[in-house]
């Protein structure tokens, strides 16, 4: 299957800065990247959509100011949690989405980074 | 709201015994994808049913879809050790649309 690679896998920061977690989809061109939060045990929760040159598109309840999204190249996509919280604290996840057919896509996903705020 | 519902939320089974995961769902659906996820780590695609498929198979995976009852199933034939994982259903309101995701089933092979 296509690689998605996200990048750091683990990161620590001190409250009040700001992190940057990277999703790359490696081997195909993904036009619409998704992001996505996950609590220990728990599911996925769909955060916002990414598409390449436009403004993404957030879920209810997800702050814009505070996970900014940016997905410049047909390849990348980032998210950067701004002025980060220890309720911020979770296992982020990209995926890519890769168009199979004319009726069906599939979801390619990154390793997931674990985001721990102090 | 969800829209997947994956039951039971755990199962734990001996190597060589068959897992079953199901899936129940809400609202019409174009398609449904089974994923797996090792602790701490990313989702691997399993499998993609589409609604108007009623069984599919791909190595010890085997999927059902019950449009009528909007439930589906993942059994997994003689686990592995190697199996043990989280496995979570997805559903696509249409080809493109976004997927939602189940809670999830947390399956235990004992070796």
């Known amino acids: 299957g296509a690689v998605v690679s996200q990048h750091p896998s683990r990161v620590i920061c001190k409250s009040g800065t700001s992190v940057k977690i990277e999703c790359r989809s490696l081997d195909f061109q993904a036009t619409t990247m998704f992001w996505y939060r996950q609590f220990p045990k728990q599911s996925l929760m769909l955060m916002a959509t990414?598409?390449?040159?436009?403004?993404?598109?957030?879920e209810q309840g997800v702050e814009k100011d505070k996970f900014l999204i940016n997905h410049a190249s047909l390849t990348l996509s980032t998210l950067t949690v701004t002025s980060a919280h220890p309720e911020d604290s979770s296992f982020y996840i990209c995926?890519?989405?890769?168009?199979?057919?004319?009726?069906?896509?599939?979801?390619?996903f990154g390793q997931g980074t674990r985001l721990t705020v102090v | 709201s969800q829209q997947g519902e994956e039951d039971p939320q755990a199962l734990s089974i001996q190597e060589g015994e068959n897992a079953t995961m199901n899936c129940s769902y809400k609202t019409s659906i174009n398609n449904l994808q089974w994923y797996r996820q090792n602790s701490g780590r990313g989702l691997v695609h399993l499998i993609l049913?589409?609604?108007?498929?009623r069984e599919k198979h791909s190595g010890r995976l085997r999927v059902t879809l019950d449009t009528s009852k909007k439930s589906s199933s993942l059994l997994i034939t003689a686990s592995r050790a190697a199996d043990t994982a989280s496995y979570f259903c997805a559903t696509a309101l249409s080809g493109y649309s976004t997927l939602t995701f189940g809670k999830g089933t947390m399956l235990l092979v004992s070796p």
């Open positions: 049913i589409r609604s108007n498929e």
């Open positions: 995926s890519a989405r890769m168009y199979r057919d004319r009726e069906h896509t599939e979801a390619f």
């Open positions: 990414s598409n390449e040159g436009s403004k993404a598109t957030y």
